[in-house]
């Protein structure tokens, strides 16, 4: 789990868009490149929404 996560975090985070009748995965990386890589897998899976917590908001930026 990434630094600025708290363990179970992720969990309970899907449990609320679960909650609110909501699905899809929760990705937690530790790198902008993985997480770059994620984006982009979910983007050409046809993903609606995206909520991005950046491990790198400077790398997130760039690659926007």
Known sequence: IPSGWIA???SR???ALAAAGFAG???ISSDAATEKAQ???LIRQGIKVLILT???SAAAAAAA
Request: a negative charge.
């Open 8 to 10: 179970g975090e992720a």
């Open 39 to 41: 984006v982009e897998v």
């Open 54 to 56: 950046a491990q790198d």
């Open 25 to 27: 995965p929760v990705l």
């Open 13 to 15: 985070f899907g449990n």
